[in-house]
């Protein structure tokens, strides 16, 4: 739960997962399996939400589609 919480708040919710999944002993594979599953859902609940207060719109979409080259451009 406080993983989600602070995931939505300022998207950090790894090192509470981290905390909790190495606190009950889960096989590597496993951990990064339910890491993957856990912040995949999470995701789509922000976007839902995000979706649904009209912030995600065609405009902003395709203004951050204009930036995806700069992603490739090492330092």
Known sequence: ?????TSSLVHAG?????IYFSAIG???AK????????FFMM???????????????GE???TAMTFIPLAFVDN
């Open 1 to 5: 739960m406080f993983s989600g919480l």
């Open 14 to 18: 790894g090192p509470p997962i981290i």
């Open 26 to 28: 889960l096989a590597p």
């Open 31 to 38: 951990f990064i399996a339910t890491a993957s599953v856990f």
């Open 43 to 57: 995701n789509i609940f922000k976007l839902i939400g995000v979706t649904a207060l009209g912030m995600l719109t």
């Open 60 to 62: 902003i979409i395709l």
